[in-house]
């Protein structure tokens, strides 16, 4: 009986997000007296043994360069099987797109009982009960689990990555790929250096940045903080940013380490998609902006004299100016 974790990788890269999976993996097989193993779809130019410095000890995987886009259908069928033959009872995920689009599939297909979003380790003393956010980050739940086997998507950010010593065995699984009803014509990449969902620092604009011409202080504050940017959804449905840089109910939910606000008011619906970042600080000209009873740190002032000296103070900071 073992912990599984689905390893997602992009550009050959393993994701910050499955390094998280793998650590809250490895201490859940810690906490149950289970073994912890990983299971991979496609090719990667990491080097994956040295993933057994998070604490797994074996790795499946399907080395066919056609797994390394989302299938959603061959991912599900692939995993559902490395599942049932390794007798895994326990499998995560990360909360993010791609967890998103398997994970209801693979809740189907294993008859496993399933909590999306995850914010902690299960409670394993008297059952199986897992906590995760409910309403937009607004209140927590419990949910208990009972199914045989077990699938947890773990929120982004939320548990932090440790690595140890170690190295874990690669077993390369001859699983035939499947002629498949999606195919993928090209790939359009987001711009930005940083991932959006996996950004430890995000900066962000709204409204009160007049139009699209200002963005660059914006793109230079998160150039220097190694963040993503992101934006208001007014800002995006006036085409001054593209829309998947749009937070909210209706847009990304993030929950970055650090999320810098900038012009922007701090409405319900767009709260609901930053209220699990760690710290907020706030820049409003507006002492009355909602966004301000969010804020960890607020500054009052106009956005475009803020900006210019908090880029100064980061270089400083940096030794580059
Ligand atoms: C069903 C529904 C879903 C929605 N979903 C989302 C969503 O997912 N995400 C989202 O963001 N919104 C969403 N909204 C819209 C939301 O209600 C707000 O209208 C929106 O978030 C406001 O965007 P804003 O703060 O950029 O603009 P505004 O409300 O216009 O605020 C601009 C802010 O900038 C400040 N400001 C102006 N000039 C300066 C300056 N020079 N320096 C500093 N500060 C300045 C102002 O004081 C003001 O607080 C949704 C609305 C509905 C009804």
Known sequence: M????????ADGHIKKTSLEALSYGAALAKQSGLAAEGVLLGTVSDDLAALGKYGIGKIHQVSEESLNHLDAEQYIRIISQITQASGATIL???????????????????????????????????????????????????????????????????????????????????????????????????????????A?????????????????????????????????????????????????????????NLYIAIGISGAIQHLAGVNRSKIIVVINKDPEAPFFKSADYGIVGDAFEILPRLIQAVKKLKGIA
């Open 2 to 9: 073992s912990v599984l974790v689905f390893i997602d990788h």
């Open 92 to 198: 995560i995920l990360s909360h993010t797109n791609t967890g998103r689009a398997i994970a209801p599939g693979l809740s189907a297909r294993l008859r496993a009982g399933l909590v999306t979003g995850a914010t902690g380790l299960p409670d394993t003393s008297n059952g199986f009960q897992v906590k995760k956010n409910v309403f937009s980050g607004k209140a927590f739940c419990t949910v208990s689990v009972k199914t045989p086997i077990k699938i947890i998507s773990l929120n982004p950010n939320v548990y932090p990555v440790s690595a140890g010593e170690g190295s874990a065995e690669i077993i390369l699984e001859k699983i035939p790929v499947q002629a498949s009803g999606v195919t993928i014509k090209s790939v359009t990449k987001a711009t930005g250096e940083v991932p959006l969902t996996e």
């Open 200 to 256: 430890e620092i995000v900066v962000s604009g709204g409204r009160g940045m007049k139009g699209p011409e200002n963005w660059g202080p914006i793109e230079e504050l998160a150039r220097l903080l190694h963040a993503a940017t992101a934006c208001s959804r007014p800002v995006a449905d006036s085409g001054w940013r593209p829309h998947h840089e749009h937070v909210g109910q209706t847009g990304i939910a993030i929950a970055p």
